[in-house]
């Protein structure tokens, strides 16, 4: 597989925020060297307004910073305009990672990591959400009873009400619209949106379905235990 971004005519940007200074730098260094514009934000507040400031492509997020933490920064950079997270975690705090991808996280890294696996996961990443935008632009909108997917705008209304959606729930989403009813097993949803083949990571798709259910409401996606998720039409 290729490791450069497809037509990279103006670098993509990423903010790193993370408070252990040494950490964020070797992170920047190694994403600068890659051909990224990189910013680094030492507490959860600045980041806040940096995301709103420099409109990032991707933000490298530790769960563990002083003040607001990385959860609620996450919730509220998400809030504003859907952005991709790579989120730091701890060690083993399964906890934090779950609640993390709850709120929003693309995906994540435990501590320790390898700063050449995460510059991979920031490529794999942007080019999951870039092949994401192109699949969309021209195709018409998904309707399902009251929920309206429209693919080109990258945009989800429930009974009119736009609903927000992180990247990863908005493709999780348009996977299983495209196939109402049908019930998708989690490991086929993990190798299709996630692009994972090992199924080690399917509460990954549990904790996605709960946001999805969170904001769009529980109605909008049955659970097939053992199995996997569908897609109910709503009325
Ligand atoms: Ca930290």
């Not at 009400?161 to 299983?176: I, K, S």
């Not at 619209?177 to 080690?200: H, I, M």
């Amino acid at each position: 597989m290729s490791n450069t971004l497809p037509d990279m005519t103006t670098p993509r940007r990423i903010l790193v925020v993370e408070d252990e200074a040494a950490i964020a730098n070797a992170v920047a260094a190694r994403l600068r060297a890659e051909g990224f514009a990189v910013e680094v934000a030492g507490d959860g507040a600045v980041a806040v307004d940096a995301v709103r400031r420099l409109r990032p492509d991707l933000v490298v997020l530790d769960i563990m910073l002083p003040g607001l933490d990385g959860l609620e920064v996450c919730r509220r950079i998400q809030a504003d305009r859907p952005v991709p997270v790579i989120m730091l975690t701890a060690r083993d705090d399964e906890t934090d990672l779950l609640v993390g991808l709850a709120v929003g996280a693309d995906d994540y890294l435990t501590k320790p990591f390898s700063i050449r696996e995460l510059a991979a996961r920031v490529r794999a990443l942007l080019r999951r959400v870039e092949r994401m935008q192109e699949a969309g632009r021209n195709q018409p909108p998904m309707l399902l009873g009251d929920l309206e997917i429209n693919l080109a705008e990258r945009r989800v209304r429930r009974a009119g009400a736009e609903v927000h959606l992180t990247p990863t729930e908005f493709e999780l989403l348009v996977h299983l619209a495209g196939r109402p009813r049908a019930v998708l097993p989690r490991e086929r949803l993990l190798a299709e949106v996630w692009g994972w083949a090992d199924t080690s990571g399917t509460r990954t798709v549990d904790s996605h379905v709960k946001a999805l259910r969170r904001k769009l409401g529980a109605d909008v996606i049955r659970t097939v235990h053992g199995v996997g998720y569908a897609l109910e039409v709503p009325a």
